[in-house]
């Protein structure tokens, strides 16, 4: 994605009880976006606030898919691999980080044996290791093609962190990698896994609130303002591209598309860097967009870095509405029907969604059924955030094809 030339300023006008939301954006000034190099694997400290297991887990289950789990960071030891305990088809099978003592807390802690334990630099030697059925990636988001493709190379299946990648063309080197090596690909979309996003997927398809008019989704915290790209990947361009949008701003373009299953036909966009904030010298501080819809639904879509926070996805119809606040996040999902239909919605415990990701992959695996949320989705939201940014850098309105790709 070329982000050279960037929006200086955006107002964003919200009427907080609609689903509208105002986008204007100012002339565009030119600046550059300066990155550390190229992006490469490097071993961090253990993430604070971590609990280690205080036993080895339990014996895998006969036809249990064993996993590689690629980077120890926050979300791999804080909500994906306590998971795998929750499993019926997964287990942890090796593990690989570029911090040698990690490296030995976290494998004895998981009861992985020391052979099965690899640098980064040791990666290739995975393909030798028969204990290893998957490989998952839970590198920034820089560091998922090159994996991807040496995971493919060495016979392995691949769960990958979202976004898939950072441009197009690496997710379509993905895909080809994986259909040469006769290899699965998943893109770990957790949200179509948890109870209250698939019962709102439902509701949207049945008309619960009628013909959908306007969507509104908010994505949105503040990054310590101390945070420096040397130390906190998701400020740095070359492993985070544009910063929210791909981090977690994917998250509320990703309900606009499976709440009003449809694709959208044009995009404006407008971004933020605000000047002298070490923070934003590579990346974002916040990205704004409208996505409009064949049926004539708008979809109007924030995402910052530097705000209060906030993960929500409101749905408007023209005979109700569909609250949910939070909705994307990993457990204390609230949802409320308004309307003809009026309840609120609560359906147990979101963290299913991480053990039921995980068993929906190895499934696919070991049975060979569809996969949900396959490579070529997580192509569809790369192409679609390219255009996000194309239509920010030019101040026009992008149109787009049925698959996702701007026109021309």
Known sequence: MDRTSISRRCFIGQARDTAVVTLAAAAAAPAVAQTSGKAAARGRPMPDGVTLPSAPPRSPRPGSVGYAVVGLGDYALNQMMPRFARTERSH?????????????????????????????????????????????????SGLHADHAVSAFAAGKHVLCEKPMALTSADCERMIAAGQRANRRLMIAYRVHFEPHNIEAMALMRRRAVGNIRAVRTEQLSRTDPSSRPAENWRIDRALAGGGPLEDFGIYGLQAALYLTDEMPESITAATYQPANDPRFAQVFASVASQLRFPSGAIAQLMTSYDSSGSNIAHVRGDTGALIMDPATGYTGHRMRLEGRERRDIALGDPTVQFP?????????????????????????????????????????????????????
């Open 92 to 140: 942890i099978a090796a593990l690989v980080s570029g911090n040698p003592e990690k490296l030995r807390r976290v494998g004895d802690a998981y009861g992985v044996p020391a052979d099965a334990r690899y640098s980064y630099a040791q990666f290739d030697r995975i393909a030798a290791d028969r204990r290893i059925d998957a490989v998952y990636i839970v590198l920034p």
């Open 356 to 408: 039921r990701e995980l068993d929906h992959f190895s499934g696919a695996i070991r049975d060979g059924s569809p996969i949900r949320t396959p490579g070529e989705m997580g192509l569809r939201d790369v192409w679609l955030m390219e255009a996000i940014y194309a239509a920010a850098r030019t101040g026009t309105m992008v149109r787009l094809s049925p698959d996702g790709r701007m026109r021309g």
